[in-house]
C-alpha cells in the first residue's frame, strides 16, 4: 500500500474513533471555541469602533483645528479665524447666501450608562444654523431642533442606547444649568450618534467659553477642491490652523482607537491559546496512549509512522476546526451587531456596534488551527517513533 494510502486510511480510522474519546475530545473542542469566541469578541469590538469612525467623515468637508492639534477638544479658533475661514477657495454656498461653515465647541459632560449606572464622559457639542447642513448623512429621528438661545438639547440615536435619563421631554443637569431634550437624531454607522448637540453661543456661554470656538466645519463644492482649500488655510499667516478632510481626520482618530483594542485583544487571545493547547496535547496524547496496540499492529502489517504522525496531527485540526466553528456560532449569535461604547480620541464615549468579518473570522480560525497543529505534532511523534513489538 502507498504512502498516500496509508496515511488516508489512518486519519479515516482516527477520527471516526473521536466518539470513543468524546469527553477529552470535547473538553479540546470547548477550550479552542473559548478562545475563538473571545478574540473575536475583542476584534469585532475594534473593527466596529473603527468603521463607526470611518464611516463619520465626508470628502467634501473639510475640517479645521489648530495647527498640532490632534483632536477636538485641545484646539481653539476665534471669531476672527472662522470669518477668514469663509473666505477660502471652493467653499459651498449654505441656503442664505453665505458660507457653508460651521464653528463648533466640543465639552466632556457625565451622564449614567445604562449598562452598569455608573457615571461616564459625554460629548456635548455645541453648533450653529450651519451644524446639520455640513452633516448630511444626519436626520431628525423624533422631535425637534434646539431653539437658537435656549437650554435645549438634541441626543444621537446611539447615545441614548447607552445613557439613561435622555429621553424625549426629560430635563438633565449639566454643572448648574438644567437642560431639555427636544429632539432625537440618527445618523447610522457614525460617531455622530454619540454626541449632544446644543447651540453654540448658548454653550459659550454657560461654560465661560468666551467668543472662542475649537473646530470648524467647511463644506466644500467638490472633494477636488480640498487640495486647495487646505493649501489656503497652511499659507495664510493669519490662521496658523491645519485643514484635513473629515474622511482622512475620523480615518486616523480610528486607526489610532482601534489598534489599542486589537492590542488588548491578540493577547488575551495567546494566553487563552496556551491553556486550549495544554487541553489539546492532553487529548491527543490520551488518544495515543489508548490506541498504542491499534498502532503498533499497523506498523507491524506495514504501515509506516509517517501515517501514524499524519493521523495523529489531521484529527488534533479536526477537534480544532470544531471548536473554531463553535466559538465562531457562538460569537455571531452573542456578540454580531451588540451596541456597546468606548472611550473615542477626546475621552467621550462613542456608541457603536460590534462588527465581525470574514477576514477576522479567518485570523481566529488560524489561530485554532496553529492550536490543533502544535496540539497534534507532539503526540504524533510519538506515536510514530512507537516500537511496535513492546506496543503489543
Not at 128 to 142: D, I, M, S, T, W
Not at 202 to 217: E, I, K, M, P
Request: hydrophobic share 50%.
Amino acid at each position: 500500500m502507498s504512502l498516500l494510502n496509508q496515511t488516508g486510511s489512518v486519519i479515516l480510522m482516527n477520527i471516526r474513533s473521536i466518539p470513543q474519546r468524546l469527553w477529552m475530545s470535547l473538553a479540546t473542542v470547548v477550550s479552542i471555541a473559548l478562545v475563538v469566541a473571545v478574540l473575536l469578541g475583542f476584534l469585532a469590538l475594534a473593527n466596529g469602533f473603527r468603521q463607526t469612525l470611518k464611516g463619520s467623515g465626508s470628502p467634501d468637508v473639510a475640517i479645521v483645528l489648530r495647527d498640532g492639534s490632534q483632536s477636538e477638544i485641545n484646539s481653539t479658533l476665534s471669531r476672527e479665524q472662522i470669518d477668514l475661514l469663509g473666505q477660502g477657495p471652493g467653499v459651498r454656498a449654505a441656503a442664505d447666501g453665505g458660507p457653508l461653515v460651521s464653528a463648533e465647541l466640543l465639552l466632556i459632560v457625565d451622564g449614567i450608562k445604562r449598562s452598569t449606572g455608573t457615571k461616564a464622559n459625554m460629548p456635548l457639542r455645541g453648533i450653529g444654523p450651519n451644524g446639520l447642513a455640513v452633516r448630511q448623512q444626519v436626520r431628525l429621528k423624533e422631535g425637534r431642533m434646539f431653539a437658537p438661545g435656549s437650554n435645549e438639547i438634541v441626543v444621537g440615536a446611539g447615545l441614548l442606547r447607552e445613557f439613561s435619563g435622555f429621553e424625549m421631554g426629560k430635563t438633565v443637569r449639566f454643572g448648574a444649568q438644567t437642560w431639555r431634550v427636544v429632539g432625537v437624531f440618527e445618523a447610522p454607522g457614525t460617531v455622530f450618534e454619540s454626541e449632544l448637540w446644543a447651540d453654540a453661543p448658548v454653550v459659550q456661554s454657560l461654560f465661560n467659553r468666551g467668543s472662542s470656538f475649537q473646530t470648524a466645519r467647511v463644506a466644500l463644492n467638490s472633494p477636488a477642491d480640498l487640495a486647495a482649500y487646505t493649501a489656503y488655510v497652511g499659507s495664510d499667516p493669519r490662521l496658523q490652523l491645519q485643514a484635513q478632510s473629515e474622511l482622512a481626520y475620523f480615518a486616523a482618530q480610528a486607526e489610532r482607537s482601534g489598534l489599542l483594542i486589537r492590542y488588548i485583544g491578540w493577547p488575551l487571545g495567546v494566553i487563552m491559546s496556551i491553556g486550549a493547547l495544554a487541553g489539546a496535547l492532553n487529548t491527543m496524547y490520551a488518544s495515543v496512549s489508548a490506541r498504542a496496540t491499534e498502532i503498533a499492529t499497523l506498523r507491524v502489517i506495514g504501515f509506516s509512522g509517517v501515517s501514524a504522525l499524519m493521523g495523529t496531527m489531521c484529527e488534533a485540526l479536526v477537534l480544532s476546526f470544531i471548536g473554531a466553528l463553535l466559538g465562531t456560532a457562538v460569537c455571531g449569535l452573542l456578540f454580531n451587531g451588540l451596541s456597546a461604547s468606548t472611550l473615542g480620541a477626546g475621552f467621550t464615549q462613542v456608541a457603536f456596534r460590534l462588527q465581525m468579518g470574514p477576514e477576522l473570522v479567518l485570523q481566529a480560525v488560524m489561530l485554532a488551527l496553529v492550536i490543533g497543529f502544535v496540539g497534534g505534532m507532539l503526540p504524533g511523534i510519538r506515536a510514530a517513533r512507537q516500537r511496535p513489538l513492546l506496543a503489543l
